[in-house]
């Protein structure tokens, strides 16, 4: 979020840069089981953001120190391609990508059935290839498809999607330019068939209204996204019967 208020990010007809209308969701494609090596895994592509995610598990946790008697536990590791934006990104984990991975554990974990496999771990590796603004959710997406496609029993999907502020307008699914100089960025992790909320966090200064109206377009977009998510797990599963 660089907050500059002097670059111009909508069209004299109130249309985005890259013409997209206010409430409009850039292309989401999805792939469940492209990985053979993993026990589960997806490929997501949502706008130019590509998120590849593989899960493995649940095995029992080692060292012993991190296992819970009643559960399992979720080791999430987001990472960022070096070739995935402009500026080639030094390779290895920092502060924003355990971040990532922290707040994305967290989410996974109110869905997936963690009681059922004490302990165990299941691990979730998320490799991002190309970045233009909401990744985190791009990996959220690839997480829950990839956990459903390893067979691992959840409560629901999770659907990550973004929503924010651009020259006092709220728009869905901001864009890199969006993303960086805009007013506010607001990313949810969504279930889709309650409306439920598994994650949220919050760049940036909202009104109210302005954050109900962000809660409205994450939401007609989640549906969506979700389309997506169950055709790819539809389709990986029809190949397998
Ligand atoms: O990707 P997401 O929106 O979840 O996270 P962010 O921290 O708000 O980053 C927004 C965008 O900035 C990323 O998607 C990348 O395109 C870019 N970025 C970058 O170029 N270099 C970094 N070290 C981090 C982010």
Redesign the pocket.
Same mark, same amino acid.
């Given at each position: 979020?660089g907050g500059y208020g002097d670059v111009k990010l909508l069209n004299d007809d109130g249309t985005r840069l890259d013409g997209r209308k206010v409430d409009e969701m850039r292309s989401v494609e999805i792939k469940a089981g492209i990985l053979p090596n993993a026990d589960g895994s997806a490929w997501v592509k949502h706008g130019l953001?590509v998120a590849i995610c593989a899960v493995y598990g649940p095995v029992e946790a080692h060292p012993r120190k991190i296992q819970r008697q009643d559960r399992a536990v979720i080791d999430v590791r987001y990472n960022?391609a070096p070739f995935?934006?402009?500026?080639r990104?030094?390779p290895g984990y920092?502060r924003?990508s355990r971040e990532?991975s922290k707040v994305t554990a967290e989410a996974l974990e109110s869905v997936v059935l963690v009681e059922r496999f004490p302990r165990s771990k299941i691990s979730v590796e998320i490799e991002?290839l190309a970045?233009? @603004? !909401?990744?985190?959710? @791009? !990996?959220i997406t690839a997480a829950s498809v990839a956990l459903a496609d390893a067979g691992i029993p959840m409560r629901d999907l999770i659907v990550g999607v973004?929503s924010g502020k651009i020259e006092d307008t709220v728009v869905l699914d901001?864009d890199?330019a969006e993303?960086?100089y805009g007013q506010a960025?607001l990313?949810v992790g969504i279930l889709p068939t309650t409306g439920d909320l598994a994650f949220l966090q919050m760049?940036g200064d909202l009104s109210p209204d302005e954050f109900n109206l962000c809660m409205e377009y994450n939401q007609k977009a989640a549906k969506e996204i979700h389309e997506v998510m169950i055709k790819a797990l539809k389709e990986k599963y029809e190949e397998g019967a």
């Open positions: 979020m953001n960022m995935s934006t402009s500026d990104i030094r920092n924003r990532i991002i970045a233009e @603004a !909401g990744t985190r959710c @791009a !990996g973004a901001l890199k993303d960086n960025d990313p760049d």
